[in-house]
T-cell receptor, first 115, second 115 residues
Framework: DTGVSQDPRHKITKRGQNVTFRCDPI?????LYWYRQTLGQGPEFLTY????????KSRLLSDRFSAERPKGSFSTLEIQRTEQGDSAMYLC?????????????FGPGTRLTVL | AQTVTQSQPEMSVQEAETVTLSCTYD???????LFWYKQPPSRQMILVIR??????QNATENRFSVNFQKAAKSFSLKISDSQLGDAAMYFC????????????FGKGTHLIIQP
């Protein structure tokens, strides 16, 4: 299966701890997106990369959130000093961007529970 | 800012019948993409169908078709011959062409298939 993969699938942590999630995009895709989805809502865009460049990060929820995509391959999303309000599903998506197409394919998500 | 509105929190249809899910959006852009994604319970987001705003012809994928009304900013999804496997949350999403932005999603419609 060459779809988008995310690890871990579930993470339980205590308030104040740091957590890091990993996303591996579809191999030929040059764009990678992170979203957050809370219960009963549609996904909310957080940030995205084109290759290794982070082109939009103003939508990250606070300065406790950061993302990297070293070498333009996999990406990590880190949340520092987690809060109970950070409990959500974190989704990664990738796409191959060309002038007339930018269809995003999603991974299974990482479900974060902050106790 | 772009917004996407799905006015039907829940819809129910008999197996083998046809159902239409509504979506409206607000944007000042003239060129953009629209998508319908399906999210089965505890499973990942799957692309159902996409539409480019510059195309007047409505997109079709097997039993799924859209009614795209650009002037009205409306993008409804029709599912024909509904099957039990169609039961899921359906999200309408918007993305401008170009620019540094992710998808903007509606809140979703929960589709129930009655056997």
């Amino acid at each position: 299966d060459t779809g988008v993969s995310q690890d871990p699938r579930h993470k339980i942590t205590k308030r104040g701890q740091n957590v890091t999630f990993r996303c591996d995009p579809i191999s030929e895709h040059n764009r990678l997106y992170w979203y957050r989805q809370t219960l009963g809502q549609g996904p909310e865009f957080l940030t995205y990369f084109q290759n290794e460049a982070q082109l939009e990060k103003s939508r990250l929820l606070s300065d406790r959130f950061s993302a990297e995509r070293p070498k333009g391959s996999f990406s990590t999303l880190e949340i520092q000093r987690t809060e109970q309000g950070d409990s959500a599903m974190y989704l990664c998506a990738s796409s191959f961007s060309s002038p007339r197409t930018d269809t995003q394919y999603f991974g299974p998500g990482t479900r974060l529970t902050v106790l | 800012a772009q917004t996407v509105t799905q006015s039907q929190p829940e819809m129910s249809v008999q197996e083998a019948e046809t159902v239409t899910l509504s979506c409206t959006y607000d944007t000042s852009e003239s060129d953009y993409y629209l998508f319908w994604y399906k999210q089965p319970p505890s499973r990942q987001m799957i692309l159902v169908i996409r539409q480019e705003a510059y195309k007047q012809q409505n997109a079709t994928e097997n039993r799924f078709s859209v009614n795209f009304q650009k002037a009205a900013k409306s993008f409804s999804l029709k599912i024909s011959d509904s099957q039990l496997g169609d039961a899921a949350m359906y999200f309408c999403a918007y993305k401008p062409i170009g620019g540094a932005d992710g998808l903007t999603f509606g809140k979703g419609t929960h589709l129930i298939i009655q056997p």
